[in-house]
């Protein structure tokens, strides 16, 4: 095999057209989903560990998404703040057809009926502890958690969302659900499976978002997965998939791209991962103390997850990411 001087790595690489024609992973408007937080109140207010991503009332929503929308960002993943007086230990709001994202997802399709909806399934913006699924003696209960998700998922789909996304990690609940789904005739609501969900110490401004962090008790170890597991997430994967799921998250997002790349090579199903809050977080962070450029370090880091087999990726940058695509075209 030929090399240096005969072979030149640097050829490639001289000019941008050229460093564009062989350019094997593109980052596209396409590729993005827009996590946001709903609230009933009226008003906008920012999220104190997450700058720039806020909490949205539905008086303002649509309007709020409206660039979203014009930017062509194809979904968009609801996740609800609800207040204290209406949380309860088995996060009967969730089951509320009127609750706010029913109510949500009724405006958004209204206004953009084109635009996919992507409601989460899990209880823990709904319980007074703070965990997922129904405690029991004080442990998360799997089948009688499944029992009230599978609820849940029923009342979104029957609101307007197009995509229920069970995140809760609860054993048998994709097949649960998708059997509820069909039986009520809901055959093309999808589901979009968090199959590999780790108990991660990433999470903490999201259950700041969503008013939940001093409310948890104890910690998820039980349902969400080991950080130190990787075959299990293939496991995880195969079971959803035989069970019904459409596509697959997983989360955290980028310290878990050896996780996405496994799943992606084995099962070639569309696949997904969550850039969540802790890493938004820290990326913000760097920003404001002007020790990593915004421009360049978004759109570099949201390619790592396309190099890494996503298809497609919940970011909270994922406006910004579609404004610097399109003022590149």
């Known amino acids: 095999m030929e090399s240096f001087p005969v072979i030149r790595m640097r050829r490639n690489r001289k000019d941008d057209w050229n460093r564009r024609l062989i350019a094997q992973h593109e980052l596209t408007v396409n590729d993005l989903i827009w996590p946001i937080f709903v609230k009933e109140e009226a008003g906008v207010e920012e999220i104190n560990s997450m700058p720039g991503q806020f909490r949205v009332g539905l008086d303002g929503l649509v309007q709020y998404v ?5 930017l062509g960002i194809p979904a968009i993943a609801l996740f609800p703040v609800i207040p204290d007086n209406k949380k309860d230990s088995i996060g009967t709001e969730a089951l509320n057809s009127n609750n706010v994202i029913c109510q949500a997802a009724k ?16 209880l823990d913006p709904y319980t007074d502890h703070g965990h997922d699924g129904i405690l029991v003696n004080g442990y998360v209960d799997n089948d009688e958690s499944v029992r009230v998700l599978v609820q ?7 609101s307007g969302i197009d995509v229920v996304a069970p995140s809760d990690m609860m054993d048998g609940r994709i097949f649960a659900i998708r059997t509820a789904l069909d039986k009520e005739n809901l055959h093309n609501t999808r589901i979009m499976s968090y199959a590999a969900k780790y108990a991660s110490s990433y999470y903490g401004p999201f259950r700041d978002a969503l008013n939940s962090s001093e409310r948890l008790k104890g910690d998820k170890k039980t349902y969400q997965m080991d950080p130190a597991n990787s075959d299990e997430a293939l496991r995880e994967v195969e079971l959803d998939i035989k069970e019904g799921a459409d596509m697959i998250m997983i989360k955290p997002g980028l310290p878990y791209l050896d996780i996405v790349q496994r799943v992606k090579t084995k099962f070639s199903i569309p696949t997904f991962a969550y850039q969540v809050s802790g890493e938004y977080s820290m990326m913000m962070a760097s920003f404001e103390k002007g020790w990593l450029n915004p421009d360049e370090v978004i759109i570099e880091t949201l390619l790592a997850f396309k190099r890494g087999g996503c298809d497609g990726i919940l970011t909270y940058f994922a406006v910004d990411a579609a404004r610097k695509i399109q003022s590149k075209e």
Not at 110 to 120: H, S, T
Not at 152 to 158: D, V
Request: aromatic share 4%; proline share 4%; net charge negative.
């Open 66 to 70: 409206k660039e979203a929308v014009e």
């Open 107 to 122: 405006l958004l399709k209204e206004a953009y009926p084109n635009v996919g909806l992507i409601g989460d399934v899990a």
């Open 152 to 158: 849940q998922a029923l009342i979104l789909a029957k």
